[in-house]
């Protein structure tokens, strides 16, 4: 791209060089997964405020993640950030962060603290606790 030439509609300028493209429209997914978490934080099972949830990505757009709702938990700020972020190996065994080898539709997520379950379109499903949680 030419310095100064004119950007596309929605796109914005990183550098003088890099044009990043918007994403696309999420706000469809971001509302199933607040349904589908029932107004509830999916991480500590406390209200969600509409207007202040996050919609966290559990396996990174990065490492091929996308914005399907088996992607997508409806989580607290601070629940987000501190917990899910502050603790990444936490996460991950517990399906709040999926690894680049992994699929979302078939990690389970310990939900609330108190049970698995795996996401579905419109409601969770139960599952067996992975077998690294198992006590014998």
Same mark, same amino acid.
């Given at each position: 791209?030419?310095?100064?030439?004119?950007?596309?509609?929605?796109?914005?300028?990183?550098?003088?060089?890099?044009?990043?493209?918007?994403?696309?429209?999420?706000?469809?997914? %971001?509302?199933?997964?607040?349904?589908?978490? $029932?107004?509830?934080?999916?991480?500590? *099972?406390? @209200?969600?405020?509409? +207007?202040? &949830?996050?919609?966290?990505?559990?396996?990174?757009?990065?490492?091929?993640?996308?914005?399907?709702?088996?992607?997508?938990?409806?989580?607290?700020?601070?629940?987000?950030?501190?917990?899910?972020?502050? %603790?990444?190996?936490?996460?991950?065994?517990? $399906?709040?962060?999926?690894?680049?080898? *992994?699929? @979302?539709?078939?990690? +389970?997520? &310990?939900?609330?603290?108190?049970?698995?379950?795996?996401?579905?379109?419109?409601?969770?499903?139960?599952?067996?606790?992975?077998?690294?949680?198992?006590?014998?």
């Amino acid at each position: 791209m030419k310095r100064g030439a004119p950007l596309k509609s929605g796109a914005r300028r990183l550098s003088r060089s890099k044009v990043l493209n918007p994403r696309p429209d999420i706000s469809e997914q %971001r509302a199933e997964a607040y349904e589908r978490a $029932g107004g509830k934080c999916d991480l500590c *099972g406390q @209200p969600l405020s509409w +207007a202040r &949830f996050e919609c966290h990505h559990r396996k990174k757009r990065s490492q091929g993640g996308d914005d399907s709702l088996s992607n997508l938990i409806a989580l607290h700020p601070a629940c987000h950030h501190d917990k899910v972020h502050g %603790r990444p190996k936490w996460a991950y065994e517990h $399906g709040f962060m999926v690894r680049r080898d *992994g699929d @979302p539709a078939k990690t +389970a997520v &310990f939900r609330h603290g108190t049970r698995w379950q795996i996401p579905g379109d419109e409601q969770w499903h139960g599952a067996a606790a992975p077998e690294s949680e198992r006590t014998s």
